[in-house]
């Protein structure tokens, strides 16, 4: 599960050079990710419907205790295969909409970027992870959102959807410090 989050940021600085090599077809070759994805966990519903929840830990912070650790269980399925599935026909769909476009590498990143951030949160097991994932997913949504950030109303509208989401990662740290502090 740790490559599977990580893949998509490694993918990510890769992407403008593979833009540069394989221009319009970029789109398509990148949705081998997420397709890959969705099948790597699809093949964890027959285990999980057994009833099975699998963990995965990685020391991220080892002096001060700290680990990356997932966690798939059947909720946490769910919501990785609607984000890798659905993901394989944004890039697809984007490579042709975007087609010509100056920054469509900066998308590229940036979606990959989201991708493996909304799967980082959905499978995380500690509430650091939970937290640091929350905000990865609110600054590359920003970044979604203000994709074209010559128009004033994305510009607008990427404020609006950052004030939002920066506000509830403000609520669940206050959530979190409360929780701890009981």
Excluded: C
């Amino acid at each position: 599960m740790l490559f599977a989050v990580l893949s998509g940021f490694i993918l990510a600085l890769f992407t403008p050079f593979l833009q540069r090599i394989a221009g319009n077809k970029t789109g398509w070759l990148l949705a081998i990710l997420p397709l890959s994805l969705t099948v790597y966990f699809a093949s964890f519903i027959p285990s999980l419907g057994q009833g099975e929840v699998i963990y995965q830990q990685w020391q991220w912070l080892p002096g001060m205790d700290i680990n990356l650790s997932f966690m798939l269980d059947g909720l946490s399925l769910l919501f990785a295969l609607l984000i890798s599935f659905i993901g394989i026909f944004i890039f697809i769909y984007a490579g042709s909409y975007l087609k010509g476009h100056q920054s469509i590498a900066r998308f590229f990143v940036i979606m990959l970027a989201f991708m493996a951030s909304m799967l980082g949160l959905v499978l995380s097991d500690n509430l650091i992870s939970l937290f640091v994932f929350w905000e990865l997913t609110s600054i590359t949504s920003y970044l979604l959102i203000g994709f074209d950030h010559e128009d004033e109303s994305a510009r607008r509208s990427a404020l609006q959807g950052l004030f939002v989401t920066v506000g509830g990662g403000l609520a669940l740290m206050a959530g979190l410090i409360m929780l701890a502090t009981a």
